[in-house]
T-cell receptor
């Protein structure tokens, strides 16, 4: 069974607007959750992680994510989108010390 | 900032040939991984490696695959007899400790013809 789900294949946001990329998880207990970003023709870059502690996690490039146990969600957010944020975003879970990735959401920031 | 490097960036090979994909993990990292991403699909775990042995492998990682750390810096993935369906982007990753964030290399695009 898939452990993380990204319900949107693509998200379009106007530059300067807030953005949200959705992720839900299905594992029980205390999940280790991550967000990675993949720019065109580049490898995966780590953005942020949730292991324990504060539900709001701050990461690279102004991104943050909120761990919500009641909704089993870990949505990625940014208050003001930049055109350079356009990329493929993967939600992921550490399961038995390997990363299980969601299918990815392509984020388009429109100038 | 230290980073994971991979060579070559693109490898073209004929079906049935052996290929070796090379990775140099971050120097103080102890855990190493290979993932692959078939075009248009999600990233899939292949294998993890620690203390000179495989920690875990997926069902994709069958007998045609092998990994090795031949010296103190390189981490290689060998595909013994490539098939068309092995065409993918292969990512190496490393982490300092178990369950720490994994840092990924830029990938090697393998094209099997």
């Amino acid at each position: 069974a898939q452990s993380v789900a990204q319900p949107e294949d693509q998200v379009n946001v106007a530059e300067g607007n807030p953005l949200t990329v959705k992720c839900t998880y299905s594992v029980s207990g205390n999940p280790y959750l991550f967000w990675y970003v993949q720019y065109p023709n580049r490898g995966l870059q780590f953005l942020l992680k949730y292991i324990t502690g504060d539900n709001l996690v701050k990461g690279s490039y102004g991104f943050e994510a909120e761990f919500n146990k009641s909704q089993t969600s870990f949505h990625l957010k940014k208050p003001s989108a930049l055109v350079s944020d356009s990329a493929l975003y993967f939600c992921a879970e550490d399961r038995d010390d390997k990363i299980i990735f969601g299918k990815g959401t392509r984020l388009h920031i429109l100038p | 900032e230290p980073e994971v490097t991979q060579t070559p960036s693109h490898q073209v090979t004929q079906m049935g040939q052996e290929v070796i994909l090379r990775c140099v993990p971050i120097s103080n990292h102890l855990y190493f991984y290979w993932y692959r991403q078939i075009l248009g699909q999600k990233v899939e775990f292949l294998v993890s490696f620690y203390n000179n042995e495989i920690s875990e492998k997926s069902e994709i990682f069958d007998d045609q695959f092998s990994v090795e750390r031949p010296d103190g810096s390189n981490f290689t993935l060998k595909i013994r007899s490539t098939k068309l369906e092995d065409s993918a982007m292969y990512f190496c990753a490393s982490s300092e400790e178990i369950s720490y964030e994994q840092y990924f290399g830029p990938g090697t695009r393998l094209t099997v013809t």
